[in-house]
Antibody, heavy 122, light 109 residues
C-alpha cells in the first residue's frame, strides 16, 4: 500500500521560508487518479488544508495561505514539496502530506504521512 | 472555527454503542463523500471510514451514514482501543478544497 513520509527542518526562524518534502512510495504521484496535498494542524487544534497538486501540474491553495504557499513536484523522485514564505509563530504546527483519490468526483484523504512538527522560533 | 461541526466529547462504556455526528452544508457534506479519521495524540489521522467503506483492518463494529448535511459514525461494542479524537472531512466546493470538523474526543469509561 502507498506510504507517505514528510521530511525537512523541524525548526524555522521567523520571516524565513518553511520547506518540507513528502516522499511517496508504492504509488506514483504522476497517476491521474489521485490528488496530493498538504494539511497542517496547530497543536491542540483542528486540521487545515493548505494546498494540493494534480498530476497534470495544476495546483490550488487555501485562500488564507495562498499568498505565501507553493507546492512543487519532483516526478523523478516521486516527491512533492511545500514552501511557505515569511513564517511567523502562527505557522508552528504539525504538517502532514496526504493523498485523495479521484474517481470522477472529489473524495477525502485516504492515506496520510505520519506528520512532522515544525516550530517557528528564533 | 471549523467548517464542519462535531460534538466536543462523547463517552461510553465498554460494549456500548455510540454515535458521533458531523454537520456541514450543501457545499460539503450535502454534496460529497465524507471520511472519518481517528487520531491518537501524538499521531497522524487514521482513516476509519471512507464514505460507507471500511478500510482494511478496521473492525466492522464501525459504520457510517449520511442524511442531508449531517454525517454520522456509529461504533458498536465499544472497546478501549476506540478511544481517541474522531475527525470528519469532505471536499468543499465553495473553498475548492477540503474541510474538517473540529474533532470529537471519544472516551471509553
Amino acid at each position: 500500500q502507498v506510504q507517505l513520509q514528510e521530511s525537512g527542518p523541524g525548526l524555522v526562524k521567523p520571516s524565513q521560508t518553511l520547506s518540507l518534502t513528502c516522499t511517496v512510495s508504492a504509488g506514483s504521484i504522476s497517476r491521474g487518479d489521485y490528488y496530493w496535498a498538504w494539511i497542517r494542524q496547530h497543536p491542540g487544534k483542528g486540521l487545515e488544508w493548505i494546498g494540493y497538486f494534480y498530476y497534470t501540474g495544476s495546483t490550488d491553495y487555501n485562500p488564507s495561505l495562498k499568498s505565501r504557499v507553493s507546492i512543487l513536484i519532483d516526478r523523478s523522485s516521486n516527491q512533492f514539496s511545500l514552501s511557505l514564505k515569511s513564517v511567523t509563530a502562527a505557522d508552528t504546527a504539525f504538517y502532514y502530506c496526504a493523498r485523495a483519490p479521484w474517481i470522477q468526483e472529489r473524495l477525502p484523504f485516504d492515506y496520510w504521512g505520519p506528520g512532522m512538527l515544525v516550530t517557528v522560533s528564533s | 472555527q471549523s467548517a464542519l461541526t462535531q460534538e466536543v466529547s462523547v463517552s461510553g462504556t465498554v460494549g456500548q454503542k455510540v454515535t458521533l455526528s458531523c454537520t456541514g452544508n450543501n457545499d460539503n457534506i450535502g454534496s460529497y463523500v465524507v471520511a472519518w479519521y481517528q487520531q491518537i495524540s501524538p499521531g497522524a489521522p487514521k482513516t476509519v471510514m471512507f464514505g460507507n467503506a471500511l478500510p482494511s483492518g478496521i473492525p466492522d463494529r464501525i459504520s457510517a451514514s449520511k442524511s442531508g448535511t449531517t454525517a454520522s459514525l456509529t461504533i458498536s461494542g465499544l472497546q478501549s482501543e476506540d478511544e481517541g479524537i474522531y475527525l470528519c472531512s469532505s471536499w468543499d466546493s465553495s473553498l475548492s478544497g477540503w474541510v474538517f470538523g473540529g474533532g470529537t474526543k471519544l472516551s471509553v469509561l
